[in-house]
């Protein structure tokens, strides 16, 4: 009896292999963006065999998002673990569904901890396009296989081999990807396989999720679409915000070039002036002015002839010199008013 039982379970996963195999070669539009630990990537969940793994590294919330292709009704998620060793590790574990990758509902929750080779089943009928799991610790996320079973029309069940475009293991592309829960704070985030770099995540303000860099925007807003909030306070408290539906940085054969519109917000539309031109500093003149506006205004940024806006103006603690200096925003305040301080934020649409 137990020599049948153990035959048909390898049946089982060898079966299973094979459809996963199959259902590889036949999607060629299948993408991983993101490997993690370099010795165990995450394409090796994907590789529908039950001795590999794919592992993050050890961080807070480590996650595991799926992006199905489009939404479907979900009947269950299965969760194959480690296989070899440290599968208590897995524990305090959300499975989360919803149609986009940062508006997810609670499917199911797992305390554990998890065994070494367990296989967990969740059943949720929620419907989404993407599956999260995410475990609320500090911890390494490693697990061997991920399957989704959808509901069809017809009332059958369909598996779906979680493979489509994974976007991320424990690894965010931006401050979208952090979970709803942690506060605003410095995140390290990895845009288009890159090495990561810091970034602050504002976590509470309008709806939050907002990416606040200085550097690197060309290699976050290349990733996906994104938008743009603005937020201005004068040296009497006052406070004023420009949001735009549409942001850009293009790379560096473009000299950086700004592309925003869509204009909506209480400190008047100065910015989109300055679309369309490349970023110009202090040895490299790249706006339409007959001068060197960097040069002029004290302060690199995306001139046109010149300015409307210059929020890397000169820091001034009084009117400036002359109009148009300063860190400045022409639609709220004038040409001649300097601001206390400034905010530049995007965040994925």
Not at 1 to 9: L, S, V
Not at 92 to 115: Q, R
Not at 194 to 201: L, M, W
Not at 308 to 326: E, M
């Amino acid at each position: 009896m137990r020599a049948n039982k153990k035959k048909c379970i390898s049946n089982t996963i060898q079966r299973r292999r094979k459809d996963c195999l199959k259902w590889l070669k036949g999607n060629e539009h299948i993408k991983v963006l993101f490997g993690t630990l370099h010795l165990y990537p995450s394409k090796r969940g994907v590789d529908g065999r039950l001795d590999t793994i794919q592992h993050t590294n050890k961080e807070h919330f480590p996650f595991w998002v799926v992006d199905l292709g489009k939404i479907y009704d979900k009947e269950r998620t299965e969760v194959y673990n480690e296989p070899s060793c440290c599968g208590k590790r897995l524990c305090d574990l959300d499975v989360l569904i919803g149609p986009y990758h940062n508006a997810m509902k609670l499917c199911a929750h797992y305390a554990g901890p998890s065994h070494t080779g367990d296989h967990l089943v969740f059943k949720c009928g929620l419907p989404g396009r993407y599956v999260k799991l995410m475990m609320r610790t500090t911890e390494y996320l490693h697990v061997a296989e991920g399957y989704v079973f959808m509901e069809k029309k017809h009332g059958h069940k369909q598996r779906i081999i979680s493979r489509n475009r994974q976007l991320a293991m424990g690894r965010p592309n931006d401050c979208n990807d952090i979970p709803d829960k942690c506060p605003s704070g410095v995140y390290k985030v990895f845009p288009n396989q890159t090495q990561g770099f810091n970034v602050y995540c504002e976590m509470n303000l309008d709806e939050g999720h907002w990416t606040v860099s200085n550097d690197n925007l060309h290699s976050l807003t290349s990733q996906y679409n994104y938008k743009i909030r603005i937020d201005l306070i004068d040296f009497d408290g006052n406070t004023a915000f420009a949001k735009y539906k549409n942001f850009a940085i293009g790379d560096e054969s473009s000299k950086f070039k700004l592309t925003v519109d869509g204009y909506h917000g209480t400190a008047g539309n100065s910015m989109e002036y300055h679309s369309d031109h490349g970023f110009s500093t202090k040895d490299r003149d790249n706006d339409n002015g007959a001068g060197h506006c960097a040069l002029d205004y004290r302060g690199a940024w995306w001139f046109n002839k010149c300015v409307t806006a210059d929020l890397n103006g000169q820091y001034f603690l009084k009117t400036p010199d002359s109009a148009h200096r300063g860190v400045y925003w022409r639609a709220w305040k004038g040409s001649n008013y300097s601001l206390k301080g400034s905010l530049m934020m995007i965040r994925r649409i």
